[in-house]
């Protein structure tokens, strides 16, 4: 089994900046792919940014795109997401996943493991 635990989250304002992190453990595949997908209060969840398994490719949500960084530390299991010029529409449960394939994707019923999920709310 693979663990995954998201922390980072809380309350900030529109403009200012949050750094999301995602802990893996338990047994751990290689290659994989991660991502980050979000889910507002009353919507369904969606793709936000994603890494191939060696972290050179990256993909992100055009609504993101230029604001949202996607990095992943192997040796550490560890994945981040670096958010810059939060608006209050980034406001969500940010959720860490995990495929056990090399390749990224946006779709998040091809992830096979999920974090519990970190909130992120931004006020205006």
């Known amino acids: 089994q693979v663990q995954l635990v998201e922390s980072g989250g809380g309350l900030v304002q529109a403009g200012a900046s949050l750094r999301l992190s995602c802990a893996a453990s338990?047994?751990?595949?290689?290659?994989?792919?991660m991502a980050w997908f979000r889910q507002a209060s009353g919507k369904e969840r969606e793709f936000v940014a994603a890494?191939?398994?060696?972290?050179?490719?990256?993909n992100y949500a055009d609504s993101v795109k230029g604001r949202f960084t996607i990095t992943r530390d192997r040796a550490r299991n560890m994945l981040y997401l670096q958010m810059n010029l939060l608006k209050p529409e980034d406001t969500a449960v940010y959720y860490c996943a995990r495929r056990v394939v090399a390749d990224a994707s946006r779709y998040f019923r091809e992830y096979d493991y999920w974090g519990q999920g970190t909130q992120v709310t931004v006020s205006s």
């Open positions: 338990g047994r751990t595949y290689s290659p994989d792919a």
């Open positions: 890494t191939n398994g060696n972290g050179d490719i990256t």
